[in-house]
């Protein structure tokens, strides 16, 4: 499950790592480059929210301070997580814009990213390769502006039938878990090809939901 924790983290670094890897001058600055993202990434970059996170101890201590903080939410959704959002009210007004602005930038970022990502798999992986290979670039990029679209009403779709955000994070847990272990063997042994690992994401998304929405008690304890 911890290979789903963070992007970049999946066995083999995964499309984000990869695509990265193909983008370099060569084997040499692909493996430098691999190694600076590894210690920036997990070395350098955590330090910031591990310290507001710290400070927020002191800061909030309770949730009795973090409510009131946040005096117009609900107590019932009021957590210890609240802490580290409750710290941006010490930022001055510009640090404050410039975070919003950060933060509004990830999440759009994340979403074109993955909107051309899933295109991309669908049309050039799939539907060029396997379909109709001999059409001109002008089909595939029309076709590419249509999947997108398609993928963003999907996800749209799906959002309104996920109750919250942690029920999304955790059907990816329990997929990274069913597929954990093929993408590890896959470069071990050789019995584990392109096949094998769709398999493996098929079978365990359908689980996922399976025990995500269908059968979500098992042996008395709540999944």
Do not use: C
């Amino acid at each position: 499950m911890v290979e789903t924790w963070y992007p970049g983290a999946e066995p083999g670094g995964g499309g984000y790592v990869a695509q990265r890897m193909l983008a370099a001058k060569d084997e040499s600055h692909a493996l430098k480059a691999t190694l600076w993202f590894n210690l920036a990434h997990y070395a350098l970059r955590p330090w910031p929210w591990i310290i507001v996170a710290l400070a927020s101890l002191i800061v909030y201590p309770t949730l009795d301070s973090i409510q009131a903080a946040f005096p117009t939410v609900d107590p019932s959704i009021v957590r210890h997580d609240l802490a580290y959002p409750a710290m941006l009210v010490f930022l001055p007004s510009g640090l404050l814009g410039l975070v919003v602005a950060s933060l509004a930038a990830a999440y759009m970022s994340t979403i074109s990213t993955h909107l051309n990502w899933g295109a991309s798999y669908i049309i050039d992986d799939w539907y060029r390769r396997f379909v109709s290979p001999d059409r001109e670039d002008r089909h595939y990029l029309r076709l590419a502006r249509l999947a997108t679209i398609g993928l963003i009403v999907l996800a749209g779709i799906v959002s309104l039938w996920l109750e919250n955000a942690l029920q999304a994070f955790q059907i990816l847990l329990q997929i990274g878990a069913g597929t954990g272990l093929v993408f590890l063997l896959r470069w071990f042994w050789w019995r584990i090809n392109a096949w094998s690992e769709i398999s493996a994401m098929i079978i365990s998304f359908l689980i996922a939901v399976y025990f995500e929405f269908i059968h979500t008690n098992m042996l008395g304890l709540e999944l």
